[in-house]
């Protein structure tokens, strides 16, 4: 009989991912990621952030190197990814603790800001998670991958296999966010740069490298990014491999029926 997804699959998955994951390849990733946290939330001041399943602590690296908050605090559901956090000997990070992955375990209002990067789309139970962010902070950050194209449906071994669950466009996230009371302020695309694809390509893949496929992997970059000028926000949603939003928590949720 195949092994259906369940908690303690997801919670061993990660466990297990964390203690043999690739150092640079996540340090790369999270750099761009970090880099658009601190982008939508450009004008703000934060001094008590907390990033909800915070992995390994790579984004905490960079938000801790650039300043972003005076108190940082992390919460990850495996064991593994907690003690690599705790190994970083961050200055700004407080605390950092287990969580079952849905219950955060503060108070309310907690926090200036919620960080939920890369996280939203391996949650079985999204609305159940969003909700607790709501109730300990006052603004939020969510990044998501963004999967979904025409025929994701045969794909389903691919995204599994990256523990996404979910899959979104930009319009579906706005939506699921706007559906639970949350005000979108400020949003970003973005797309992969290419240091971060000549790595996955040349190293993690061990691709042949050359001119040309250097070239090749910098003229499509910059292409898309002359057409995102030229076509506005439906073409920067189109070609966009993420997508960053900050959010306010408000005490309205639209009502249904």
Not at 7 to 16: E, F, P, Q, V, W
Not at 73 to 88: C, L, N, P
Not at 193 to 219: C, D, G, L, M, Y
Not at 238 to 244: D, E, I, P, R, S
Request: glycine share 4%; hydrophobic share 40%.
């Amino acid at each position: 009989m195949p092994e259906t997804i369940s908690r303690g699959n997801i919670i061993t998955a990660y466990d297990n991912f964390y203690q043999n994951h690739d150092e640079a390849w996540r340090m790369l990733g999270a750099k761009y990621k970090a880099q658009n946290i601190v982008d939508v939330c450009k004008g703000r001041q934060f001094l008590k952030v907390l990033e909800v399943g915070a992995g390994d602590g790579s984004i905490l690296y960079y938000l801790d190197q650039w300043n972003f908050a005076p108190e940082l605090h992390a919460i990850e559901i495996s064991e593994s990814g907690v003690e690599h956090i705790k190994s970083r000997n961050l200055k700004s990070v407080k605390s950092v603790q287990v969580f079952d992955g849905y219950h955060i375990p503060f108070e309310d209002q907690t926090f200036d800001l919620v960080i939920l990067a890369h996280v939203l789309e391996h949650v079985e139970f999204e609305r159940m998670l969003l909700r607790e962010l709501k109730r300990v902070s006052k603004f939020q950050v969510i990044e998501v991958p963004r999967d979904y194209r025409f025929g994701v449906d045969k794909r389903i071994k691919h995204f599994l296999a990256y523990g996404h669950l979910n899959v979104y466009t930009p319009s579906s996230l706005r939506y699921l966010l706007r559906s639970e009371g949350f005000e979108v302020l400020a949003d970003k695309t973005s797309m992969i740069a290419p240091e971060v694809t000549r790595f996955n390509n040349f190293t993690n893949q061990k691709k042949h490298q050359s001119f040309f496929a250097n070239f090749k992997i910098t003229a499509e970059y910059q292409l898309k990014q002359v057409l995102n000028r030229l076509m506005g926000k439906k073409a920067q949603e189109k070609f966009a491999n993420a997508y960053t939003v900050l959010c306010s928590a408000t005490d309205k949720t639209p009502k249904i029926f």
